[in-house]
C-alpha cells in the first residue's frame, strides 16, 4: 500500500502553523497588552513570564515555511511573491521586537521607553501582518502557468485588513489569559476585567469572517450550506459557542487555568474551520496538495528528519514549561 505522503506532509505542515499560532500567539499578545499597562511593575512582570520560552516559541514557524519549501515547492513558489510585503514585514518586527527582549532590562529609564516602544510596536505589527497574509491567502492567489500572476499588493484588502485586525484581537485574548494565569493580585484583576471584551471582539471577528467568506467564494459556501455537509460540520459553530460560554464561566468563577486553554481551543476550532473551507487546496482557489507537492523521494527523505526532530522540539518546549511553571512575580527575573 503506498503511502500518501502529500497529505501526511500536509499535516505536519498543518501542525507547525498551529503550534506557532498558539505558542508565540499569547507573547505577541503581551505586546499589544502592554499600552493598556503603563506601570513599570507590571510591564516587568508581563514580559518575565514569556522571558524563558519566547524564542522556543518561534522554533515553528521554520517547520511551517521550510516544510513548504521542501514538500510543497510550486506552493513556496507561487505564495511567497504574493505574499512578500506583509511576510517581510512581519519578519522585521519579530526582529525588533526580539530585541527589545534582550534589551529593554539592561536600558535606563529613558531608553526602556523607546524598548517599551519597539516590543509594542513590533507585536502589533507582526501580528496585523500575519492576519493581512492569512486574509490574501483566503482570498485567492492569481495564478497562471504554476507561477503568480498578480500584483505586489494584491493582498491588501478589506478583508485582509479585516483578518489582521481580528487576529490583533485574537492575540490579545491568548496573551491575557496566559498572564492570568502566571500572575497574580491587582494586576491578574485587572487582566480579568479584559478577557471578556475581548471574547466579544474575536467571536464578532468569526462571525464575520464566516459571513464574509461564503459570500466572497460560492465554492466555500457550497462545502458548509448543502446538504448533508451542513450535518457534518455544524459542530464546529457549535463547539466555538460552547468554548466561548466555558470562557464566561472561567472568568466567573476565577479559575487560572481555563481561560487560557480554552482560549486556545477557539484558536483549533478557529483553524479547522479553515481548513475545511480551502480543503485540498494548498493554493486557493485551485491547486491541490497533490498537484503542488514536489518529487515522492524528496518528500521521503525530508519526513524522516521531521519524524526525529517534531518529538524533541515537543519534548524540550514540554520541559521548558515545566520549569518555569507557576506565578511569576514582580522581583523576580528569568
Known amino acids: 500500500m503506498d503511502i500518501d505522503l502529500p497529505l501526511i506532509w500536509a499535516a505536519a505542515i ?11 500567539g499569547f507573547d505577541l499578545g503581551i505586546g499589544i497588552l502592554f499600552p493598556f499597562f503603563r506601570d513599570k511593575a507590571d510591564r516587568d512582570t508581563m514580559m518575565n513570564t514569556v522571558a524563558p520560552v519566547w524564542d522556543g516559541n518561534e522554533t515553528w514557524m521554520v517547520l511551517g515555511g521550510a516544510g513548504l519549501f521542501g514538500a510543497f515547492p510550486l506552493a513556496y513558489a507561487v505564495l511567497l511573491p504574493a ?9 522585521v518586527a519579530l526582529v525588533f521586537r526580539g530585541v527589545a527582549f534582550e534589551f529593554r532590562f539592561k536600558a535606563g529609564d529613558r531608553g526602556r521607553r523607546w524598548w517599551d516602544l519597539a516590543f509594542m510596536g513590533g507585536s502589533m505589527l507582526a501580528t496585523l501582518m500575519q492576519g493581512a497574509a492569512l486574509g490574501g491567502f483566503i482570498q485567492g492567489i492569481a495564478v497562471e502557468g504554476r507561477a503568480f500572476a498578480g500584483g505586489a499588493f494584491d493582498w491588501l484588502t478589506p478583508f485582509s485588513v479585516f483578518v ?65 455537509n451542513i450535518a457534518f460540520l455544524a459542530p464546529v459553530p457549535i463547539l466555538v459557542g460552547l468554548v466561548a460560554l466555558l470562557i464566561l464561566r472561567a472568568v466567573r468563577q476565577r479559575r487560572d487555568r481555563q481561560p487560557f486553554l480554552l482560549a486556545m481551543g ?21 491547486i491541490s496538495i497533490w498537484e503542488a507537492s514536489s518529487a515522492r523521494s524528496s518528500q521521503l527523505f525530508l519526513i524522516v528528519g521531521v519524524a526525529v526532530m ?6 524540550y ?11 511569576v512575580r514582580g522581583e523576580h527575573y528569568h
Not at 83 to 91: E, K, R, T, V, W
Not at 317 to 327: D, H
Open 266 to 286: 477557539l484558536f483549533v476550532l478557529s483553524y479547522a474551520g479553515l481548513a475545511i473551507s480551502l480543503w485540498p487546496n494548498v493554493i486557493p482557489p485551485g
Open 310 to 315: 517534531v518529538p524533541v522540539v515537543l519534548a
Open 14 to 24: 498543518a501542525f507547525g502553523v498551529i503550534m506557532y499560532v498558539l505558542m508565540d
Open 83 to 91: 505574499l512578500y510585503q506583509p511576510l517581510i514585514l512581519m519578519l
Open 317 to 327: 518546549t514540554a520541559y521548558s514549561y515545566w520549569v518555569f511553571r507557576g506565578k
Open 164 to 228: 489582521g485586525l481580528g487576529l490583533v484581537a485574537g492575540y490579545a485574548l491568548l496573551g491575557a489569559a496566559w498572564l492570568v494565569l502566571k500572575t497574580e493580585g491587582a494586576l491578574q484583576q485587572r487582566l480579568w476585567g479584559m478577557i471578556l471584551p475581548l471574547l466579544g471582539l474575536v467571536l464578532a471577528v468569526l462571525a464575520g469572517v464566516s459571513i464574509w467568506t461564503p459570500l466572497e467564494r460560492a465554492p466555500i459556501a457550497e462545502r458548509w450550506f448543502d446538504w448533508p
